[in-house]
């Protein structure tokens, strides 16, 4: 069974940066692709970006190309998303997420583990 404990979240302006870690325990890090997904009020939650296990490969949503960078630490079961030039549209709760299985996903259903999330909120 794979933990996941997000932190980094917070209030910061628009145009401001900020940086999410997700630190893994309980399983082999290495062993799971890691996600980013994001929900906001009233909404589903969606992909924000995600990382194959070797950390060699990554994909991200339209909206935060060129803004968003996720990267993972192995030796430290860590993952990242550096979120740069922030928008009030970035608002919402932040979950890492990891999968068994070499694959990655766009969709959440497809994975196993979940954190509990971190707030992020950008005001205008």
């Known amino acids: 069974q794979v933990q996941l404990v997000e932190s980094g979240g917070g209030l910061v302006q628009a145009g401001e940066s900020l940086r999410l870690s997700c630190a893994a325990s309980?399983?082999?890090?290495?062993?799971?692709?890691m996600g980013w997904f994001r929900q906001a009020p009233g909404k589903e939650r969606q992909l924000v970006a995600i990382?194959?296990?070797?950390?060699?490969?990554?994909t991200y949503t339209d909206a935060v190309k060129g803004r968003f960078t996720i990267s993972r630490d192995n030796a430290k079961s860590t993952v990242f998303l550096e979120m740069n030039s922030l928008k009030p549209e970035d608002t919402a709760v932040y979950y890492c997420?990891?999968?068994?299985?070499?694959?990655?996903?766009?969709?959440?259903?497809?994975?196993?583990?979940w954190g509990r999330g971190t707030q992020v909120t950008v005001s205008s």
């Open positions: 997420a990891a999968r068994r299985g070499a694959i990655l996903y766009l969709d959440a259903s497809k994975y196993d583990y």
């Open positions: 309980g399983g082999t890090f290495t062993d799971y692709p």
């Open positions: 990382i194959t296990r070797g950390g060699e490969r990554t």
